[in-house]
């Protein structure tokens, strides 16, 4: 199967839902108590993609999963952190589609100037733990009974990963992803699949 790594575009939406839907309903990989809609997944994903890429792996004509980042808090001091997640069809996991969604994205991410992304997994994750230990991230902390779902308590293990490797003194705000293209081929960076 040839696997195309792109920015997301409204079209996806459905089969974004599709992937994410049943992790809301039957999971706490997901905090979140009901699926969005529709119509507010298309909000949600615009509104991050005014900020952030949004990317999905596309398997000759399949949506196989997604990646994205967002703020990893509000305060002006963590603009330069990210809050990182990927999402994989259920069907179609184990065949490297979040290992190359991941990679993919924070090249993006460094390419705009962040300098540190952060992952939440809840607990027990294996295959998640793995996933992101496999791109560079370390386990920095375990929040306890962190949040309530499906009827039960679960922790949530927090994972950081640098970014770029040079924390300048004075650095400049990230770039947003229409001014990417002013310094960088952000499409050669999207045709590149290599990992």
Not at 150 to 166: C, F, S
């Amino acid at each position: 199967m040839e696997q195309l790594i792109r920015f997301a575009t409204p079209g996806d939406a459905e089969d974004i839902l599709a992937i994410y839907a049943p992790l809301v309903a039957e999971s706490a990989i997901t905090f979140e108590f009901e699926p969005p809609t529709l119509r507010k997944l298309k909000a949600r994903m615009a509104e991050i993609q005014s900020r952030y890429p949004w990317i999905v792996s596309d398997l000759d004509g399949r949506i196989a999963g997604f990646a994205y980042a967002g703020p990893h808090r509000a305060r002006p001091a963590y603009q330069w952190s990210v809050e990182v997640s990927v999402y994989v069809n259920a069907d179609l996991r184990r065949l490297g589609v979040a290992r190359t969604l991941y990679l993919k994205l924070l090249e993006l991410l460094q390419v705009q100037g962040y300098q540190s992304a952060y992952a939440g997994i809840t607990l027990p994750n294996d295959a998640s733990e793995a996933l992101h230990r496999s791109v560079g991230f370390e386990p920095v902390g375990v929040y306890k009974a962190a949040g309530f779902k499906l009827g039960k308590w679960h922790d949530a293990v927090w994972y950081q990963r640098p970014i770029n490797d040079h924390l300048p003194d004075d650095p400049p705000p990230p770039l947003l992803p229409h001014d990417v293209t002013v310094i960088a081929d952000w499409s050669r960076l999207m045709s590149d699949q290599r990992p």
